[in-house]
T-cell receptor, first 115, second 112 residues
Framework: GESVGLHLPTLSVQEGDNSIINCAYS??????FIWYKQESGKGPQFIID?????DKRQGQRVTVLLNKTVKHLSLQIAATQPGDSAVYFC??????????????FGKGTLLTVNP | KAGVTQTPRYLIKTRGQQVTLSCSPI?????VSWYQQTPGQGLQFLFE???????NKGNFPGRFSGRQFSNSRSEMNVSTLELGDSALYLC???????????FGPGTRLTVL
C-alpha cells in the first residue's frame, strides 16, 4: 500500500559532522513534502519544505533533496550540533494540496549527536 | 506571535468516558489539523478544518469527531474511550490548507 517510510530508525553522529536522514515515498502524485523535528515532550517543529517541481532546497544548515525518479527524499544537516538531537519526520501531502490537504508522516528517525 | 496552544496538556480518563480537547491556532491562521501520535502507529492524520468546515478526515472511527469555531479555535471529541486511544493528540495550524503546519505541544491522553 501507499506509505511514507524511513530507511533508518536511528542515526548517531559526532558533533560537527554532517547528517543525512532519508525518506522514501510511494505516491508519485504527492506534490508537497515537509521535514519536521520533534524534541522530547514537544510537538513537531517545521524545518523545511519542498514542492515536487523542485529538486533541492536549502535553509539554514539544512538542505532537502527530492529525487522524484526513485521517490526519495533526504534531509541533510550540516555541522550537526547537540541541539539537533531529536526525532525527524518526513511528511507527504498526498491530497494534491489546496483543498485536499492531508499530511502523511513517516515513522521517524532518531538522531543522536555525540559530543 | 503566540504559538499554537492546546488544553489541557495532560488528561487521565477511564474506559467508556468521553473527552474534549481544545486547540487555539496562531492568530490569523484559518486551517487547523489534528493528529494522533502513538509509539506504534506514529503520527496519524485525524481531520482538518478550514472556515468551520471539515475538509478532510483520516481513517478513524466515528467516535472521533471535531469542530471549528468562527474564531478558528477547534475542539476534538473522543467518545466511549478505549485503552488504545491513549496517545499524544497534536493540533497544527496554518494560514491556509496546503501550507506547512505549526504544531502545538499536544495533549497527552491516558485511558485507564
Amino acid at each position: 500500500g501507499e506509505s511514507v517510510g524511513l530507511h533508518l530508525p536511528t542515526l548517531s553522529v559526532q558533533e560537527g559532522d554532517n547528517s543525512i536522514i532519508n525518506c522514501a515515498y510511494s505516491n508519485s502524485a504527492s506534490d508537497y513534502f515537509i521535514w519536521y523535528k520533534q524534541e522530547s515532550g514537544k510537538g513537531p517543529q517545521f524545518i523545511i519544505d519542498i514542492r515536487s517541481n523542485m529538486d533541492k532546497r536549502q535553509g539554514q544548515r539544512v538542505t532537502v533533496l527530492l529525487n522524484k525518479t526513485v521517490k526519495h527524499l533526504s534531509l541533510q544537516i550540516a555541522a550537526t550540533q547537540p541541539g539537533d538531537s531529536a526525532v525527524y519526520f518526513c511528511a507527504e501531502n498526498r491530497g494534491g494540496g489546496g483543498s485536499n490537504y492531508k499530511l502523511t508522516f513517516g515513522k521517524g528517525t532518531l538522531l543522536t549527536v555525540n559530543p | 506571535k503566540a504559538g499554537v496552544t492546546q488544553t489541557p496538556r495532560y488528561l487521565i480518563k477511564t474506559r467508556g468516558q468521553q473527552v474534549t480537547l481544545s486547540c487555539s491556532p496562531i492568530s490569523g491562521h484559518r486551517s487547523v489539523s489534528w493528529y494522533q501520535q502513538t509509539p506504534g502507529q506514529g503520527l496519524q492524520f485525524l481531520f482538518e478544518y478550514f472556515s468551520e468546515t471539515q475538509r478532510n478526515k483520516g481513517n478513524f472511527p466515528g467516535r472521533f469527531s471535531g469542530r471549528q469555531f468562527s474564531n478558528s479555535r477547534s475542539e476534538m471529541n473522543v467518545s466511549t474511550l478505549e485503552l488504545g486511544d491513549s496517545a499524544l493528540y497534536l493540533c497544527a495550524s496554518s494560514l491556509d490548507p496546503g501550507l506547512e503546519g505549526n504544531f502545538g505541544p499536544g495533549t497527552r491522553l491516558t485511558v485507564l
